[in-house]
């Protein structure tokens, strides 16, 4: 999904608002793009219409290159959509499309699936292209698995089913780092910014969004803290709109600021060695110039002291793992041992049953 300018085709606008920020996408001319506007209004205040916006505005891009209308589009048409894309189809796939681009992953394609899906079934309920949307609302019996983890899962008779959507590929163990992973990345980084990335991502369980995200009021890395929210160290995972780097938790959970102090959100617990990493970062490297308050800084370049961004942490990341010789890190599956989240209502206090202050179980 770039985030490059584009002149002269369909784009994603962000609009910032008093209520966040929300994506709808528009013509080069700059008119809103009126049948995806109002597919993307029913995701309004999610991530997923981000995502969205940005699969969206792709394939509006390819519709036009094909000449395309939206009110003659066809299941095989968007068959080949998905096979130009990267998905594995059998036909013959017409010119191809995003030269120079890498294919979608399994987890892109499962996104785009559902996002065309949602689109057409949006604009068949307007009454646009109708026989394609019945032949996308499709239904399945359901499996055990499904059975197993619906609520009442015995009493249902079918599931939804998306013709657009990839073969799953099954994993019976989750894509994990090999043990001792976490100490030969802490040996190869260069800087206590960068230990710190290591440690809270494999201790705390962070996403890499929420850690860029954080702000120094976020962190109670102490004992019987004003919020008290949690008896032990913890960490306040707020979402915020407004950051400078774009980082933003992926959960909104309530939070609020109350005499200085951040209560509310989604609650981590602190081991001793993220407190440790913490420490050795802010006493050694943290700027003292820096107004904004966020954590993670920048520490060279013109843009020192300026709030760090997800991407160059997943650029740290991707090096640290190659001179480690563990391959690609990718920092959703990094965490070595993922902890149980930590998160109460404000007049539940919580601590480790095993001895106070202990950090993740």
């Given amino acids: 999904m770039g985030q490059g300018l584009v002149t002269g085709d369909l ?25 995806a506007d109002r597919f993307l209004r029913a995701h ?35 068959q080949r959509y ?29 996104a785009a ?31 055990r698995a499904d059975r197993d983890r619906a609520l009442l899962g015995h009493l249902r008779r079918e599931m939804p089913a998306n013709p657009l959507a990839p073969r ?3 994993r019976r163990h989750p894509k994990m780092l090999p043990d001792g992973a976490r100490d030969e990345l802490a040996q190869v980084v260069t800087t206590a910014r960068d230990r710190l990335v290591v440690t809270w991502l494999a201790d705390g369980g962070f996403r890499i969004g929420e850690l860029c995200g954080l702000h120094l009021a976020d962190l109670h890395l102490h004992e019987n803290a004003r919020c008290r929210d949690c008896r032990s160290a913890h960490v306040h995972v707020c979402h915020r ?14 939070w609020s600021l109350e005499d200085g102090v951040i209560r509310g959100g989604l609650i981590r617990r602190a081991s001793p060695a993220m407190v440790h990493a913490y420490f050795e970062y ?23 002291g300026q709030p760090w961004a997800p991407a160059a942490a997943r650029g740290m990341l991707r090096r640290a ?41």
């Fill in 282 to 304: 802010m006493t050694g490297e943290y700027p003292r110039h820096a107004g904004h308050g966020m954590l993670l800084v920048q520490l060279d370049g013109p843009g020192h």
């Fill in 82 to 110: 998905m096979g130009i894309v990267g998905a594995k189809v059998a036909m013959p796939l017409g010119e191809p499309w995003r030269v120079g681009k890498r294919p979608y992953g399994q987890d892109t394609l499962s």
């Fill in 321 to 361: 793992g190659n001179r480690a010789g563990l391959g690609r890190i990718r920092p959703m599956r990094s965490v070595i041992r993922l902890p149980p989240l930590c998160w109460m209502p404000p007049a539940v206090t919580c601590w480790s049953p095993v001895m106070p202050g202990a950090g993740p179980r």
């Fill in 44 to 78: 309004e205040g999610s991530g997923t219409q981000r995502t969205y916006a940005y699969l969206l505005v792709d394939h509006l891009r390819w519709l036009e290159r094909e000449c395309l209308p939206a009110d003659s589009v066809t299941l095989r048409d968007l």
């Fill in 11 to 35: 784009r994603v606008q962000q609009i910032d608002g008093k209520r966040g920020r929300s994506f709808t996408i528009v013509w080069p001319e700059g008119r809103v793009h009126e049948q």
């Fill in 113 to 143: 699936a559902s996002c065309l899906k949602g689109f057409y079934l949006h604009l068949s309920a307007l009454g646009i292209n109708r026989e394609l949307g019945e032949q996308l609302a499709r239904t399945r019996l359901p499996s």
């Fill in 168 to 170: 799953r590929v099954r």
């Fill in 241 to 254: 709109d407004g950051n400078a780097n774009r980082a933003r938790a992926k959960t909104k959970y309530p």
